[in-house]
């Protein structure tokens, strides 16, 4: 009998990081990698800091730089904020360039709950209101996706225009993908296995690298998509004590997300929306949900890029921003 899609990646899954488990310390080391920071950006005549700020109760971590209008980038998992890295100088020219580690990200602490996307939105908000920022665009890709349309919805004062990559948006459609009870339903497996209780943190945890390595598929993108040590610092960061649980606290609100978003859909944004899908992406990014979630959207395809759109396609993503942003 064949087994189930999600049996057989699973099962794959787990030989994996059995074997991981056994060579893990040689791979790791000994020693507390260095953390990427705003000086490992590439930058011509832009200089970015690292800063954080105390909201809510939470230290957020972020990057910043340039000036204009200020632009916040949020990313999603298994990554941090350095997955901007390569489109932030071409922002910074004209937007002040704002890349946020959500809470339980990179640099920012680890909170024991309220990873749902609406409270990291409100955090957002506080962010933006000490910062002094009136309004700003928002870019969220992946998981961050989420956090951005929360952000529009919850705080529509302070939010001049949306942008989601790769990000589908729970309660207008995304999860129809979570249906498996038919043979070809179902293309987000992987949302379903980091819901569940326990297993997730069993079979991760001390396998950090191996499964980050895996879902990243630096082997499958663009050569140099992961360049200048990114999958080092995204398995740096998530290897911290509480960093993988947190990441899953993310995928365990999918249901309360859902709820939110159902609750206020029948008022659309009214910020315009950007939404942007790699040529080569397996999760099938659905423009349609964005445009029953907002009046103004529009769509457009990466070129030759996966579901890390900004790491495979900087210059293009950089651009395509740039023009929706003016």
Same mark, same amino acid.
């Given at each position: 009998m064949a087994r189930h899609p999600v049996v057989r990646r699973l099962t794959a899954l787990a030989g994996g990081l059995l074997l991981a488990g056994l060579v893990a310390y040689g791979l790791n080391g000994a020693r507390e990698p260095v953390p990427r920071t705003a000086a490992d950006v590439g930058s011509a005549g832009v200089q970015f800091s690292d800063r954080t700020a105390v909201v809510n109760g939470l230290r957020l971590h972020y990057v910043i730089g340039g000036s204009g209008p200020a632009v916040i980038l949020l990313t999603g998992f298994p990554e941090t904020w350095y997955s901007w890295r390569k489109v932030m100088p071409a922002l910074a020219r004209s937007h002040t360039v704002i890349a946020v580690d959500s809470p339980g990200v990179g640099e920012s602490s680890v909170p024991a709950a309220g990873y749902d996307a609406r409270a990291a939105a409100a955090d957002l908000a506080a962010l933006v209101r000490q910062l002094g920022v009136e309004d700003a665009s928002v870019v969220g890709h992946d998981l961050g996706g989420w956090v951005a349309y929360a952000f529009a919805r919850f705080h529509p004062g302070l939010a001049e225009r949306l942008a989601i990559l790769e990000a589908g948006i729970p309660g207008f459609g995304l999860e129809r @993908? /979570?249906?498996?009870?038919? &043979?070809? @339903?179902?293309? /987000?497996? #992987?949302?379903?296995?980091?819901? #569940? &209780?326990?297993?997730p943190e069993m079979l991760l945890e001390g396998n950090e690298r191996e499964f980050i390595t895996g879902f990243l598929g630096p082997d499958r993108a663009r050569p140099d998509t992961f360049d200048g040590g990114a999958v080092d610092e995204y398995v740096r960061a998530y290897t911290r004590p509480g960093r993988i649980a947190a990441a899953l606290g993310q995928y365990r609100a999918f249901y309360r997300n859902l709820a939110d978003n159902r609750a206020g859909r029948a008022a659309k944004l009214d910020s315009p929306v950007l939404v942007l899908g790699g040529a080569r992406s397996r999760r099938r990014v659905d423009v349609g949900q964005a445009r029953r979630a907002a009046k103004d959207v529009r769509g457009g395809v990466v070129p030759d890029a996966g579901h890390f759109v900004m790491e495979e396609q900087p210059g293009f993503v950089a651009d395509r921003l740039i023009r929706f942003l003016r």
């Open positions: @993908r /979570l249906d498996y009870s038919a &043979p070809g @339903r179902g293309s /987000l497996w #992987q949302i379903i296995f980091f819901m #569940q &209780p326990s297993v």
